[in-house]
């Protein structure tokens, strides 16, 4: 059994106008339902997290700029581990994340432990 | 009550008080010391009540009788004497003469303390729960046996091991420095969880017996919550949970001992007071920031007591269980939350997630797709549910399963 990152992209949009507590929970079962089926599975390792839209991106020589943005139009907007026997078993767990749905990607890689 | 029913019953609700004061004055180290002075004393009560009749209070009776033979103890075994007062007197310097405390406080106090000295880190798991039946609960080694479905012998070998282990490690009896209260209430609550389970859900046919388990993990799991330093919001959330689940319990067996199922459970036999305390306890438990598996279980257990197969109901089960799984996995939970799944998002759904779980030589699994499948394609449903069958091992699981390949054919 190994470890999987999945990466979730989505295109970056302007942000959405305040959402009812009803419409909030509208958008988060699909996550907590597909969450629970891997837990179920006993595939999760990890639930993960949400990352904000913003961010600052550090490269040589102190060049540091706001958020990854200017040449990809997608931008990961959170990350979930998942255990399975293999690439394809973790590729085939992953079809169902609710990201696909919205138009956005998943990326599945393979970790590599640290030890 | 007949005094043929008293000394019995006292005996399962003095023994262990006494045998925790005892201890609590000797030292772990002496626990076999304190079992014959309680056994001595309920051994002279049978015999003298037989033939002088009951005392006024029995109970006083017995804590008097057991004082003195403490004190005999004290005074005539030498190598006791030598060794053990000296050193009680050397930590305790203003005892003179060792006073046996069976005040309702102390009794209180040295039973809580003795919880967390067999939940010590130092005692193997699997003896906690068998030296908690003994010694908190004064249960012998043949009704833990019948409890746990293993042979008497066996049972008793284990425990004298546990005790040993007691003995050898020489756990204090005391409460955890308050640093470290948190963590050592974990073992004593998984213990307390795996008491009432094992009442609960045990396969055991002894029904009275099982409902025994059940009070007990809920009597120490209160004085937990009666005590300032162990009143956590775990602890509280067990309760909790406890409570919930025993409402239920006249009502989930037929008079011939039969499961009911949930579905078909008459709601009126629920008890009304117990599901009170639940509330009670789970308000008292919704306290820290720290959401614990007995928070998500008691919860689940409360919308439970909702008879009304409302969308909120289950949307509400579907989601604690969602946590749970993250929490903690269990074949269990899963094969739970996938039902609760196919009420709260239909039964094609459901399907196609418990055909993901691949738990195939689980019966409760093959009973999950027979229900799922039922309406939809009954073929599959009598298929599965003949494989749970054959792959059951009670008898009342396989009568619940042989009911509903009856109602499907």
Known sequence: ???????????????EPSLSPEQIQGMMKPWQDWIGGLAAQNKLVGAGNRLEHDGRVIRPNNVITNGPYVDIKESVGGYTIIKAGSLDEATELSKGCPIIRMGGSVEVRTIIPMN | MQQNELIPHLFRTEYRKIISVLCKSFGIGHIEIAEDIVSDTFLLASETWGLKGLPANPTAWLYTVAKNKARDVFKHNKVFNEKIVSEIKHTT???HEIEIDLSHKNINDSQLQMMFAICHPSIPAEAQIGLSLNILCGFGAEEIADAFLSNKDATYKRLARAK????????????????????????VLTTLYLLFSEGYYSTSQNTTLRKDLCVEAMRLNLMLTENEQTDTPF????????????????????????????EDQDETLWNKELIEKGE??????????????????AAIAYWHTHKNNTHEKWENILQLYNKLLQLEYSPIAALNRT??????????????????????????????????????????AIHHLQTALKLAKTKPDKTVISGNIDRLN
């Open chain 2, 235 to 262: 602890a509280n959330a067990l309760l909790s949970l406890m409570c919930f689940h025993s409402s239920r319990f006249e009502a989930r067996t037929d008079k011939h001992g039969e499961i009911i199922l949930y």
């Open chain 1, 1 to 15: 059994m190994k470890e999987f990152l999945l990466i979730f992209r989505i295109e970056a949009k302007a942000p």
């Open chain 2, 280 to 297: 009670y306890y789970l308000n008292r438990a919704s306290t820290g920031t720290i959401l614990s598996r007995y928070h998500l279980e």
């Open chain 2, 93 to 95: 310097p203003v005892a």
């Open chain 2, 164 to 187: 040993e282990k007691l003995r050898s490690e020489n756990v204090k009896i005391e409460l955890p420095p308050a640093s470290e209260i948190s963590s050592r209430m974990d073992p």
């Open chain 2, 339 to 380: 039902y609760a799944l196919s009420k709260a998002n239909g039964k094609q759904e459901a399907i196609i997630e418990a055909e993901k779980l691949k738990l195939n030589d689980n019966h409760l699994y093959h009973s999950l797709l027979g229900n799922l499948y039922t309406d939809i394609d009954n073929k599959k």
